[in-house]
């Protein structure tokens, strides 16, 4: 009879186990491929208003930015042609033929010039300090010439291309000796009108 009560009380004890397994919330099994559905949310004129506001100051910032993009890159362009208009040109010694370095700084400054016909030059003609000052003014007056005739030859009109010489006066760099001498001999580029007009080519 023990052993009837036993077994009786063993199985009412499974029973009472299972049923408050199946009760409690956190051993609830949920299918795998169950989605949530999605809020229902409406929106009327003034969502749909604030919208079209963040959309079109979106597109504003960025026609601003790529207009400030575009002036910028304009400026530096002119600017860029003013420093080459006025980029510096070096002679050898006792000499006023135009150098192959020369040459190229020259040919930058043709398209700015037929770009800006109303910009005019003017080219200066500079020695170092060798030699007497009539023959440092002849010289520096020959390779101002040379310069404006290289201009001239390649389609610029010549009236818009004034000259002169400083002769040893002004040197670029104060000192003795070649390397200061290199860079005193030279034909410095002014612009005398239209600079505040200029545009890139």
Known sequence: MNRIHRGMALALVAVVGVSACKKNPETVAVPANTTPPAPTETCDAAC??????STAAANAARDRAAADAAERARLAAIESARNTLMATIYFDYDASE???????ALDAKLPILRANTGVQLRISGHADERGSDQYNDALG????AQAKRYLTDRGI???????????????AVQ???EEVWAKNRRDEFQIISGGDQLKAP
């Open 48 to 53: 749909r208003q604030r919208i079209a506001d």
């Open 157 to 171: 009109d010549a009236s818009r291309i004034a000259t002169s010489t400083f002769g040893r006066e002004h040197p």
């Open 141 to 144: 007056q020959q390779r101002a």
């Open 98 to 104: 135009i150098r192959g370095d020369a040459r190229s």
């Open 175 to 177: 000192g003795t000796g």
